[in-house]
C-alpha cells in the first residue's frame, strides 16, 4: 500500500515530481510546521516557477490567503513526512 503513496502525491504536484515534492515536505518537517515564502522557494530549488506551482496546486496552504508569506503543508500530504529522511542533528 505504502508504494502507492508517492503516485497520490504525483498526481497532486504532478508538475514538481517526488523529488520535489519531498523536498518541499523536507522543509516542514512536522505536520504542524511553517515556513517562510523565503524557505519555499529554497525547498523548490530556488525556483520562482515550481514555488507558484505548489502553491497554485495547494501542496502548501498559505496561513493568511490576503498575505500568503507563510505557509503549512496541505494536511492530505502529511503522510509524505514519512517518507522524507530526517536531517542529521548538527
Known amino acids: 500500500m505504502t508504494e502507492l503513496l508517492p503516485g497520490f502525491a504525483l498526481l497532486r504536484g504532478a508538475t514538481l515530481g517526488l523529488d520535489r515534492l519531498l523536498s518541499i515536505t523536507r522543509a516542514f518537517g512536522t505536520r504542524d510546521a511553517t515556513i517562510s515564502r523565503a524557505?519555499?522557494?529554497?525547498?523548490?530549488g530556488g525556483s520562482e516557477a515550481l514555488r507558484?506551482?505548489?502553491i497554485r496546486s495547494q501542496i502548501v496552504l498559505p496561513?493568511?490567503?490576503w498575505e500568503p508569506n507563510?505557509?503549512?503543508?496541505?494536511?492530505?500530504?502529511?503522510f509524505l513526512?514519512?517518507?522524507t529522511p530526517k536531517p542529521a542533528d548538527a
Do not use: G, I, K, M
Open 39 to 44: 524557505q519555499l522557494l529554497v525547498a523548490c
Open 52 to 54: 507558484s506551482q505548489a
Open 81 to 83: 513526512l514519512a517518507l
Open 63 to 65: 496561513r493568511d490567503f
Open 70 to 78: 507563510e505557509f503549512t503543508l496541505d494536511p492530505e500530504l502529511h
